[in-house]
């Protein structure tokens, strides 16, 4: 299979980490790319430039040391302003803009940013082409997320695909619910595939994507050019050399040894705490530390006892220690379950739009 690009930007391979508020940070992009991922999209930016020099924005801006290509994803209302965030963060080291039309939240849809366009097409298509402009000087390519619609009676991907591929965008990807959704449900691929079918610029199919096999089948099954991995990805940034693997050779990569899930939890909170300090560090890092440790032999009792912890060196050294207790009772984790995060059966294609 040919390489991917963006534009101009070769991608590394064709499995994405889905940029989500409060966990892609650099720390969590960084590991998901050395453990198989090839591309991660920044945490959302505010196009607002009253807040960009905030201590959220500046860590969100943050890309010291993080292997390329940097992809920033910027969120706003007005064209004009989403291309001043755009200079803004290519500036600051953005190798690539991704336009957020894809965040259900209502702090977000309520100020008519993020999936709320999708509702007013041409502002959608303004933002977009304004976007594309603004980047266009410093050779810089523009990608966009999107849901299938507003809500199930108003899916308008496809239409609003084939306008944004006329303005520039280089890259479209398509989470499989809509707005009105959430992450309620099941995602459905039919409207990605008929997206895939109705644009020529590479399309990247969102939702649901847990396991392997479900990367497998929804390649398959959309025809896109790649997928992007949320929810799955937390606490199991393993997943994205699971798939590779399974789907270079047809056969799953055993789980990850204690030992393996210990060296890279407690590198995973070092570069936590040095990005956020130490108030903000040990209690943002309680999520983290929380989806490793689910589904492991008291580790529910584990996190009840971590959400008491306020200093990070005491955190860390507790994570240490009942790993290393863990590693007395077995050599690896257990093998992961697709039952842990939602899924959807695919069934026959039903007719897509032309």
């Known amino acids: 299979m040919p390489a991917l690009h963006i534009g101009h930007i070769p991608l590394a391979n064709r499995l994405f980490v889905a940029p989500m508020a409060g966990v892609t940070d650099r720390p969590f992009r960084q590991l998901c790319k ?102 266009r000087p410093y050779n810089v390519p523009v990608t966009l997320k999107m849901r299938t619609g507003w809500c199930d009676t108003h899916k308008n991907a496809v239409l609003l695909a084939r ?5 520039g965008i280089q890259m479209l990807t398509v989470h499989g619910r809509t707005r009105e959704q959430g992450y309620k449900g099941f995602a459905e691929y039919d409207t990605i595939a008929a ?36 929810r799955a990805a937390q606490g199991r940034p393993w997943i994205f050399r699971e798939i590779a693997h399974f789907l270079a050779t047809g056969e799953h990569l055993a789980p990850p040894l204690v030992a393996e899930l210990r060296r890279l939890l407690l590198e995973h909170l070092q570069d936590h705490y040095s990005l956020y300090g130490e108030g903000v560090g040990v209690r943002s890092a309680r999520k983290h530390i929380a989806w490793y440790l689910r589904a492991l032999p008291g ?52 007719e897509m739009a032309a």
């Open 34 to 135: 050395a453990l198989g991922a090839g591309y991660a999209v920044s945490e959302m930016v505010t196009s607002r430039k009253d807040l960009w020099n905030s201590l959220k924005t500046s860590r969100r801006a943050n890309h010291e040391g993080e292997p390329g290509p940097i992809s920033v994803q910027i969120a706003g209302t007005e064209g004009p302003m989403m291309a001043e965030a755009a200079i803004y963060n290519i500036e600051r080291g953005a190798q690539i803009i991704d336009i957020n039309m894809g965040c259900p939240a209502k702090k977000v849809c309520n100020k008519w940013a993020g999936s709320a366009l999708m509702q007013n097409e041409p502002l959608a298509v303004e933002i977009a082409q304004a976007v594309v402009e603004a980047a």
């Open 299 to 350: 580790g529910e009792e584990f996190r009840k006892h971590i959400n008491t912890i306020e200093d990070c060196a005491v955190q860390w050294q507790a994570v240490a220690d009942y790993l290393d207790a863990l590693g007395q009772q077995m050599e690896r984790i257990p093998a992961a379950t697709a039952a842990a995060e939602p899924s959807s059966e695919l069934d026959e294609p039903a």
């Open 163 to 167: 306008q944004f591929e006329d303005v």
């Open 195 to 230: 997206v895939k079918q109705a644009v020529n610029v590479p399309v990247v199919a969102n939702g649901d994507i847990n396991s392997p096999e479900k990367a497998r089948d929804v390649l398959a099954y959309t025809g896109a050019d790649a997928i992007m991995v949320g």
